[in-house]
């Protein structure tokens, strides 16, 4: 999604070094790999080890590439020891669940189809969203939910999981979104009434706005000068985070901002890059995901 505007805001040179810090299944990756000559190197990351092993049997041969089972908050370790001194000269992210990990009823992202309960990005970590339910107390499902899920009936969807919690363990997306469907009595139309209840979940237990916000502090920290920051977001809580990193780097410190010398730990760190973009008609009609993707580009400053 938005794979060539994404690519034309990185600017990419073909000797440079660069960051895919959400591989998927190597969509931007193969781009990037096609625009870069021999001598440029791409290090590509994904918390999900399915799409590592995915990736390398599909690049098996590419020896410009560095596939590595990481989150966002590791880029800049990363980075350090694989770059071997080479200025980075872009990192991308693409925000939020991949559609592998949609399609696939075993990972449990999705309400349409019945698989575990499960949601998280790395199986390999953490807890299933199934075991933090069955602990959880009512206010802090109540809070998940209304704060990433951004769900008005909050209270109500909390309230009937807690109920029906106490009679068996909530094992199944099929069962979580039969209890949320019969709480929340309206949805906006051609939305499922588990659409805000099933983001809100995902994005807490994989702590999606914490990696994001450590993610583009080590992409800034790791960008050489005139170095290109490009972030897609699908939903309002990614792309606020992304908007105000961005403007907050961008701008010098308000609270110096009136001295005459301004330190230099004070100046603005990052440019930004043309105005937010949005996919174009024919590219929602190929793929309606796509409809609330939005890209955000900065460049680093000296």
Avoid at 12 to 29: K, M, N, W
Avoid at 151 to 161: C, D, H, L, M, T
Avoid at 193 to 213: S, V, W
């Amino acid at each position: 999604m938005l794979a060539a505007e994404a690519l034309e805001g990185l600017a990419l040179e073909a000797g440079g070094y660069y960051v895919d810090a959400t591989f998927g299944r190597g969509g931007h990756s193969a781009l990037i790999l096609q625009a870069l000559g021999r001598e440029g190197r791409l290090l590509a990351l994904d918390r999900d080890p399915q799409a590592i092993e995915a990736g390398r049997r599909r690049f098996a041969d590419e020896m410009r590439l560095t596939l590595v089972h990481a989150p966002f908050a590791e880029l800049g370790a990363l980075v350090s020891s694989h770059a071997h001194d080479r200025p980075c000269r872009g990192v991308l992210f693409d925000l939020g669940v991949s559609s592998p990990q949609l399609d696939d009823p075993q990972r449990g992202f999705s309400f349409r189809a019945d698989g575990p309960l499960d949601m998280r990005m790395d199986p390999t970590r953490g807890v299933p969203v199934s075991a933090w339910l069955a602990r959880a107390s009512l206010d802090e499902i109540r809070q998940v939910i209304a704060t990433f899920g951004e769900e008005r009936f909050a209270r109500r969807v909390a309230q009937a999981i807690v109920t029906a919690r106490a009679e068996a363990p909530l094992l199944r997306t099929a069962e979580l979104a039969r209890i949320v469907a019969a709480a929340v009595r309206t949805r906006e139309p051609g939305k499922h009434p588990a659409t805000r209840t099933f983001q809100g979940l995902r994005m807490y237990i994989n702590d999606e706005l914490g990696q994001t916000e450590q993610g583009l502090a080590a992409a800034l920290k790791v960008l050489s000068p005139g170095g290109r920051l490009a972030a897609i977001s699908f939903h309002s809580l990614e792309d606020r985070a992304v908007k105000n990193f961005m403007q907050r780097e961008s701008q010098v410190d308000p609270a110096l901002r009136r001295l005459p010398v301004v330190p230099v730990e004070a100046r603005p760190r990052l440019a930004l890059v043309g105005r937010k973009v949005r996919p174009s008609e024919a590219e929602i009609e190929r793929n309606p995901r796509a409809r609330s993707a939005l890209l955000r580009v900065a460049a680093r400053l000296p």
